[in-house]
């Protein structure tokens, strides 16, 4: 898949009109994306002649602007990593859709939702699109799917037999899993993993909220496989 042009330069994202500050002072707020293609239209079949005639404004890197849809998803699928990310939804956790944002900035192969099928996608922030979502109605479903693929499925809370992740050599495949905030993980997911990893904490509080343990966990395994950083 072909990239821009290396002789073709982005346009200027355009800025709307001056906003003003409480302290009355003219400022100006930069629309996100970039308008029309300016000059001879690239040639390729990635390309999306609408996106290139209207200008594109979806929230994706320079490399994918004005891209067709399909183009980008193809590209992203010829270099996901090797781990994925599941979540349990037993009461509509709104987590998930900062979770699959996520996923999609640390190129995950796949999200799965365990339980409800129906998920909050406003935090996704249309990331969704770009980012394979498998639906599991039960655990036991989602851990017989994880066995047929080889994954090791990793669980991420605090319990008495969790292991620091700081510590803890991720595998190349595996399933981070991340319960239900508040709840954290079942009993059933915690009995299935092959290891439970905590994060370690400095503070007063107990826990952190799943969709930040979630990056942190995620950002561990891409030091460990993408960076080649060895654990202590």
């Known amino acids: 898949m072909t990239d821009l042009p290396s002789d073709a330069a982005l346009p200027t994202p355009v800025e709307s009109p001056e906003g003003t500050t409480e302290e009355g002072e003219a400022e100006a707020k930069a629309e996100v994306g970039v308008g029309p293609w300016e000059g001879e239209w690239p040639v390729g079949e990635h390309w999306d002649p609408d ?35 599941a979540i349990e939804n037993w009461q509509h956790d ?96 915690h009995d299935a993993a092959v290891a439970t990893l905590s994060i370690e904490q400095f503070g007063s509080t107990r826990s952190m909220n799943a969709a930040s343990a979630a990056a942190i966990a995620m950002h561990a395994w891409v030091r460990r496989h993408v960076f080649q950083q060895p654990v202590s």
């Open 51 to 85: 996106l290139l005639r209207d200008g594109d404004r979806r929230n994706v890197v320079d490399q994918y602007r004005y891209w067709k849809h399909e183009a980008i998803v193809a590209d992203l699928d010829s270099k996901r990593h090797d781990f994925h990310i």
């Open 94 to 189: 709104l987590n998930i859709g900062t979770v699959v944002r996520t996923a999609n900035a640390f190129l995950a192969k796949e999200v799965h939702i365990i339980g409800r099928r129906r998920w909050n996608r406003r935090g996704a922030m249309v990331t969704d699109r770009y980012q394979h979502v498998r639906h599991h109605p039960t655990v036991e479903d989602f851990v017989q799917w994880a066995e047929g693929e080889g994954l090791a499925v990793i669980g991420i809370d605090i319990f008495p037999d969790s292991v620091p992740l700081e510590t803890y050599d991720l595998p190349r495949n595996c399933v981070l899993v991340f319960g239900q905030e508040g709840p954290g993980l079942t009993p059933e997911v």
